[in-house]
């Protein structure tokens, strides 16, 4: 997204008292017109990169994994970084996409991740390797990569199987940071070649990795469910944005974040991966957009019909204790009082847009079944084939 005008804002309208004083916001320029892309009008936007749930490749859909750019501006931060995000941020004209070469990384100030199963993050290691060639060499500050910390102890077995064999029992399950860290390490021909033949600085310069620290009394008993109640905690903000984050409900999963940013535009929430959750509807309270996630349980009940084995049995109800339902979407955004509903993370994704329609019922606002490369006004004004 290129700037095309500046204009001053007073930080203290947005945050209140105390937050940083002044700041630019920028108006997101229209960039030529292309068959098929919607230019935003609203400076706050989301761009819906990929919206596939779940990491098993299903024919018969052709969505990405998941990932969104929260754009603010010239500005824009990432939730998730699931498969084949690198190539969408180009479709998505972010950063300087109308360069040669191209460089969309160039306006990415921070990614958020919900939580860390792979099909929410096999894309950072495109993102912060190949990426150093897509501008992310020009990041300055470094972007910032906030998620989920350690959970200290391993989920317990699932099924009644066997114990397996454990994966890096001396450090079986690393947060956010320690990921960072051990990517460096897993790519350092990488990284090391393209400092040395190619002047590329290094990635310790151009990222720098956050966990999410919660209260004690909240990380005691990461195999306990359901989440404990609590109250969305601080965990970014900068000039553009303020971000908060609360528990949701996707165990064995822990800690599994929804996340909340605030603009002088208005509010988006991400449900991340969890099933109903009081604590995401505390959190979406009033948001202009809610995008959450949703499983057709018609699929699930499909792929494992009856009778079940014990383990089918297990799997199916592991499930549906871990997602969102159809049926469950809409009152769940009711309940928060969210303006827009915007559906992503479909499991499976090849289901039909019919069926995802029908979480329409209990929601009184408007709802959008989410498609990937789809631009979602944040607060005021939509125009002329936008969402
Ligand atoms: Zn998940």
Redesign the pocket.
Known sequence: MNESSARAVTRRALLGAGAATAALATTAAAPAAASGHRTPRSNTHVVLLGTAGGPSLLQGSDRHGISSAVVVGDRYYLVDAGHGIYHQLLKARLGNWNKLPAEPLDGLRAVFLT?L?SD?VSDLATLFTSGLFAGLDRADPPVQLIGPGDRGVLPPVFGGVPEPAIVAPEEPTPGTTAMWHHLIRAFATDYNDRSRDNGKPSPHNLVEAHDIVLPSELAADPNGTPHPAMNPIDVYEDDRVKVTGILVQ?AP?FPAFAFRFDTEDGSVVFSG?TSPSDNLIRLADGADVLLHEVMSVAAVEEGFPKPRTPQQEGLVQHLLSAHTSIEDVGPVAERAGAKKLVLHHFVPPHRPEREWRNAQKGFSGRLIVGQDLDVINVGTGRSRGQR
Request: charged share 15%.
């Open positions: 939580h199963h929410h996707h999963i991966d």
